[in-house]
């Protein structure tokens, strides 16, 4: 129950300081990792403040940066892929697997991110390292959200901290 309060109260804070127009004052990501049963893949999504997102790209990739103009997206697409790739590791049932980049798109004030990871037949343990935008912000919060079926398991990852596993 405390979880559940946790996140409407954060989600209540990052709304209202978007939609006032406040530079917002926490440093959140979510990701969620979801096991699609009849298609056999994991679904991995990433929600992370564009403006944040956009300063890590510039910086780690010394370039210009501008993830809403499509004239960019090829480019975009290639420092996001490098970037996730380089911060988001999974491991199902004990071992780490590759993620194949689907894409990104832009959601008023977030890039919602998404990946995939095929062939698994069956999901009994999942293991998140999650770094994005510690190399940023040393008060960094990660929100990871693990689904199977009806079951959803959360915990929020406090930087420097990086893990974050389950059994199902």
């Not at 559940?4 to 959140?28: D, N, Q, Y």
């Amino acid at each position: 129950m405390k979880k559940v309060r946790f996140l409407i109260e954060l989600l209540f804070c990052i709304c209202f300081t978007v939609s006032a127009g406040i530079k917002h004052p926490l440093h959140v990501s979510t990701t969620e990792v979801s096991f699609n049963q009849k298609d056999k893949t994991l679904e991995i999504s990433c929600r992370i403040f564009s403006d944040d997102f956009e300063s890590i790209l510039a910086k780690n990739y010394k370039q210009k940066t501008d993830l809403s103009n499509p004239a960019m997206k090829n480019a975009m697409d290639e420092m996001v892929k490098k970037y996730i790739n380089s911060h988001l590791q999974i491991k199902a049932n004990g071992k780490a697997v590759a993620m194949k980049y689907i894409g990104f798109e832009i959601d008023h004030e977030a890039t919602n991110i998404y990946l995939e990871v095929e062939k698994i037949s069956s999901l009994k343990a999942v293991e998140v390292t999650n770094t994005i935008l510690y190399d940023l912000f040393d008060d960094q919060m990660s929100i990871v959200h693990l689904v199977k079926a009806q079951t959803r398991k959360s915990t929020k990852i406090l930087y420097p901290d990086k893990k974050f596993a389950t059994n199902f």
